[in-house]
């Protein structure tokens, strides 16, 4: 008889989420995306050293770049290049996908946030949302509704 084949253990494939993003923002449409990272940027990231709280979507040239994410470098992975932190990185979108979120933020005034990163079959991919910006009533009223929600929940699990 042949050997099982023993399945890998993968508890959460999430690299990173962005609550900021939900909290700042009204999100609406989201899109995966793949990033084109370099080989030190693969290791940091199996590592979780990256940070995407304060990062944004550019669309330029019919192409879609992810600013200032910080992927900090890992000192054994990166002993021979002089790794960027910062560095834009190229989003990969299908063609009507760009022309979708370029239509929206040209037209509409929406802006593009990335709100989480994970892994799909060894691929580092990046969920990014169109998004309106809150005002300061509409933060305090979501939070208000949050937590009255948690406050019903209490008061039916307590009957």
């Known amino acids: 008889m042949g050997k099982a084949k023993k399945?890998?253990?993968?508890p959460s494939s999430t690299i990173v989420l962005n609550k900021k993003a939900r909290h700042d923002y009204h999100l609406e449409d989201r899109f995966e995306a793949g990033l084109v990272l370099e080989g030190w940027e693969v290791k940091s990231l199996r590592a979780g050293k990256i940070q995407i709280l304060d990062s944004h979507?550019?669309?330029?040239?019919?192409?879609?770049?992810?600013?200032n994410a910080?992927?900090?470098p890992?000192?054994?992975a990166s002993t021979h290049i002089q790794p960027t932190p910062t560095r834009a990185r190229k989003l990969l979108l299908h063609a009507h996908e760009l022309a979708k979120l370029s239509a929206a933020v040209e037209r509409k005034g929406y802006t593009i946030v990335p709100t989480a990163m994970y892994w799909v079959k060894g691929r580092a991919k990046i969920e990014i949302a169109l998004a309106k910006g809150k005002q300061a009533h509409d933060k305090r009223a979501a939070s208000k509704e949050r937590d009255w929600g948690r406050e019903k929940q209490r008061i039916l699990k307590g009957r």
């Open 57 to 67: 979507i550019h669309l330029q040239n019919g192409e879609a770049w992810l600013l």
């Open 7 to 10: 399945k890998k253990s993968n």
């Open 70 to 72: 910080v992927i900090t």
């Open 74 to 76: 890992l000192q054994t």
